[in-house]
C-alpha cells in the first residue's frame, strides 16, 4: 500500500489530473520545495500546482518508488523529468520554450494511507545550466 499511492499520486502528475493528484495528500500536507522553503496544507499544494502548470509542461520517466519492507509510513522515488520551461517563474531566468531533462528524488511521510510530506530534491544549477 505504500508504495501504491505515490505511484498513484506520480500518475496523477503525469496526466495533470490535480484533483487525483490533491486526493493523495492528507489536508495538512507540508511540502518541502527544492531548495527553499516548507508549505502546508492541500490550499498551498494547490497553489504550487497552479504555479508550476502556469510555467512548465513536465512528465515523469523511469520513475521508481521504494519502500523499507514493514514500513508503512515512509518512501522515497527517483525519477527523470522531461519539461519545458514555458513562462519565467518567479526569481528564475526567462522563459522560452526551452526543454530540459532532469534527474530528481522525493522523500515522502504517509500517515492513515495517505502522503503527509512530500520533500522534492533535483540539481537547481543542472536545470539552469539548461535553461539559460
Known sequence: MTTAIIEQYYAAFNAGD????????????????????????????????????????????????????GRDDRAAAEWTVHGEYLVADDGLPPARGQRYVLPGGAFFALRDGQIARVTNFYNLTDWLEQVK
Open 18 to 69: 490535480w484533483d487525483a493528484m490533491l486526493a493523495c495528500l492528507t489536508d495538512d500536507v507540508a511540502h518541502d520545495l527544492n531548495q527553499g522553503s516548507r508549505e502546508v496544507g492541500k490550499d498551498a499544494f494547490r497553489a504550487f500546482l497552479a504555479r508550476m502548470n502556469r510555467s512548465y509542461r513536465e512528465r515523469l520517466e523511469d520513475i521508481v518508488v521504494l519502500a523499507a519492507p
